[in-house]
Structure formats: C-alpha cells, structure tokens
C-alpha cells in the first residue's frame, strides 16, 4: 500500500533551485515527524534534513543553509527547497514517516527511526 509519494526531482544545472513534494495518503500527519534522505550511485541512504510533529527542524551539515524543510500539515504534505545545487547533490530522494509519533530531537536525523518511505525521486545536478 502507498503511503508516501514524492514529485518535484529533475534535471538542473549547478548552482540552481529545485522543490520537492511529498503526499502522505496515511493518517494522523501532523502527529509524526517527517524526513528527507538521500542515495547517490554506489552510496548508502544518507540523512539530508528532518521536520519534527512540532515543526523543529534539523538538517545534514553538508546542506545547512542551502536547503530548507517545511510542512503544510491540512495538505498532509512535506516539502524540501533546495537552492544553490551542487553536483554532489544528484542523488535519488527519498520521504520517509517516522515510526513513532509525536517525537522530537535529533533522533529524527537517524534512518532507523523511519518505518514508511516513498518510492524516491531522482534529482541531477548538472556542473
């Protein structure tokens, strides 16, 4: 059963501005913290940025202040602005829902906490 659904990945050229989309279609969104990850080519799945139930937010070091994370939680929808993309930045995104509600705190940066993901979607960023 779907749960999660991403939009919004492209082609862009370095230096360039992307937003990603993404739907939860399950229930009670505004109880659960949301977050985005990240797989490059011969990568493992790494932590890109985190919205807490509250609306606290916590990002990777390597995308501090180029990428922003927000909710709109009547529209059951997390989204991810990306500005100033790097090549280093191509990688598949992933949503994910954390597996237990109304947490906050850093532990929303690790995967584990996670237990619902989109389908991903491909961002590439051309140098």
């Known amino acids: 059963q779907v749960q999660l659904v991403e939009s919004g990945g492209g082609l862009v050229q370095a230096g360039g501005s992307l937003r990603l989309s993404c739907v939860d279609f399950?229930?009670?969104?505004?109880?659960?913290?949301m977050g985005w990850f990240r797989q490059a080519p011969g990568k493992g799945r790494e932590f890109v940025a985190a919205?807490?139930?509250?609306?606290?937010?916590y990002y990777a070091d390597n995308v501090k202040g180029r990428f922003t994370i927000s909710r709109d939680n009547p529209k059951n929808t997390v989204y991810l602005q990306m500005n100033s993309l790097k090549s280093e930045d191509t990688a598949v995104y992933y949503c994910?829902?954390?597996?237990?509600?109304?947490?906050?705190?850093?532990?929303?940066?690790?995967?584990?906490?996670?237990?619902?993901w989109g389908q991903g979607t491909q961002v590439t960023v051309s140098s």
């Open positions: 994910a829902k954390d597996s237990r509600g109304l947490r906050t705190g850093r532990g929303l940066m690790e995967l584990d906490e996670y237990d619902s």
């Open positions: 399950g229930r009670s969104f505004g109880s659960y913290g």
């Open positions: 919205i807490s139930w509250t609306g606290g937010t």
